[in-house]
Each structure stands twice: as C-alpha cells, then as structure tokens.
C-alpha cells in the first residue's frame, strides 16, 4: 500500500525525525572523559519534566514494567504490604508484578471506566492504624481504558489520613504528556518509559525519586542488581553507568528533552488536552461514548465504546488493512468492547484529523450508525476555534 502506516496505537508513539536523526550515530566508548558531557545534562533536565528540584531522576535501559519493579524492590522488602486499585489491564500487570516479586498485594477492584476512588483510599488508610501498608501503587493514566485519576488527590487523601506509606505512580503513558507534579504532589517514585511522551522507541526505563524515597532504599534488603538504584546512583554522580548504556537511545532522550523543553512542558500539557478534546468531540459527533466516566477523561488516549452488536476488532482490522491506520485493541475485559486511539507524543490538529477520518470510515465499512463526516467536522471545527 502506498504511503506510511499512521500509528494511533497510545504507545509505541510517532518518533520525530529530529530524535531518530540524533539516534543515527556512531557506537561509542561509554568510559570515555567526555560521556559525562551527554548523560549529566540529561539527568538534570528530566527533573524539568517530572517538575522536580528535590528528586533524583534515573534512566535503565529497559522499560517502564521494569520501572515498576526497580520502585518496588529498591525501596521496599519481600513480604511488605502495598494497596492498588484495579480498573485496567495495567494496574493489574503491576499488582502481578508484585505479587509475583513476593509482596503483599492488597488489590480493590474499580469498574473499569473510573479511576482511584479518593474516599474509599482514605479511608482505608485511617483504618491501617498499625501502619502495615508501605506503598500506594497509584496508576496515574490507564492506557487500557483512557483513564486519568487525580494524584493530588491521592496526596491529599493520604495526608488526611496521616499515613506515612510511599507514594508510587505509574506515568509511563502520563508524564512528558499530562501535567504532573512531583514535589508539588508528594510523589516518591514516578515511573516512566521511553516510548510514549518521550517520543522515542521503547528501550528506556526513565524514574524519579523523592528523598524519602531513596532514604528507603538504605533499609531495604530486597535482592537485585541490574535494578540496583544504589549502584546507578553511585555511578551517575561522575556522569557514567554501572553497565553499557543503549548510547543512542540517551542521544535520542537528549533530542527529546530539548523538543519538549523548547515547546515549553505546559505548553505540551495544553496540547495534548486540545488533541484529547478533539478526539472526544467526534465520539460524541458519532453518538457513541467513551469507556472513561466524565472527569476521568485521559488526554493521550481516548477508548472508544462499540455498540452491544458490533465487535471493535473489526474496525481495529479494517483500519489496518484498508485505510493503513493503526488503532489500538481493547485488553482482558474489554476486548472487543473498545477500541483506542492515541493521541500522545508527536501529535498535531491534522494528524488526529487523518486518525478520525480513518476510524470513521472502518465503522462505516462495519454498518456503524454514524453520519460519514460527522466526527471530522466536530473535531474541525474545535480545532480551528482553539488554535492559535
């Protein structure tokens, strides 16, 4: 088929060009006097995305499930309690990832559609009276069902029950996309990836720790190494890691970081809220509803509901192999029920129009109720109102 594939799937993103550029280099000795000059800067700067001056960033050539377990196992120990809730498939990978590593995984299930329930978290911690939970694993932005929940509010909630557990939050599909805050939200572990915000391949691990945080790591007596937060500390301080890098994915986070940071980060978050909007205004266009319940809309993915007789795999199939759109699928229990659309990263007013105008023609090959047009035209006329 002629032409690129358009990838509307919430991660992996589109790469700018100027980030694959930067990545096009030769290989490097990583031990070299000038390697500082490359890595220092780029720790330095991801503090200007995770809005930290307190916290220390870290980057592990892996991925942000891998992100999970550098959080849990550095600064804890086997068998401590940690509170989840679940309303999507990947709060669910990470209680799995606990659970499987040895601790004790104390899971809430949330109707998938809302998010953290505020109330209910605390209160649970008021009646945590012995102080058994250690950590609250917070998932800022569920991918599987476009999800955000209020992480100040789970600050919040956690301060009104005076509770001293670590706050960890999932943002590897939020953070360099949708405002966070660090200090301001009294976040402990923030945990990222390379290839949604970021706008790079996945390869990168990218975190952020508080103080608090990192003084947990000197009682913790979890095995690791690889994961090791310590060693990686000790080594980044004279700009070096404790093994080889992937150079040129810190080549491309380095291209990354001067994009986003030339944007201006709120500038960034505004963008992505305006590209969210537009996405939504064209479900409503079409007479169809989104998975998320209203104030729980996400702004880098937006789940799009099938009618009770259609099956979203179809549109997903057709968008593929007919118009060369590639869309995201609904996972675990909401397969079939939903399919995805991306809107984060290297995104623009007409790149999401292409993405609208596919979807709407897959549903119409499918026999959707839906007006040809309506959607793109919604979404048109929000964009051109609101740009600047």
Known sequence: MAGRNHLFVPGPTNCPHEVLSAMHVPMEDHRSPIFPNLLKPILEDLKKIFRTEAGQCFTFPATGTAGWEVALTNCLNQGDKVLIYRFGQFGHLWAEAARKLGFDVEIHQVEWGKGIPLDHLEARLKDDKNHEIKAVLATHNETSTGV?????GVRK?????AHPALLFVDGVSSIASIDFRMDEWGVDAAISGSQKGFMLPAGLAILCFSQKALAATESSTFPRSFFSLKDMAASNKDGYTPYTPSTPMLHGLRKALDLLLEEGIENVYARHHRLGEGVRRAVAAWGLKICAQP????????AVVVPADKDARDVIATAYRKYNISLGAGLTEVSGKVFRIGHIGDMNDVSLLGAIAGVEMAMLDHGFDIKAGSGVGAAVEYYRSTAK
């Open 295 to 302: 104030g729980f809309e996400s702004d880098t993915v937006t």
């Open 157 to 161: 909630a956690m301060d009104n029950a």
């Open 148 to 152: 955000t929940s209020s992480i100040p």
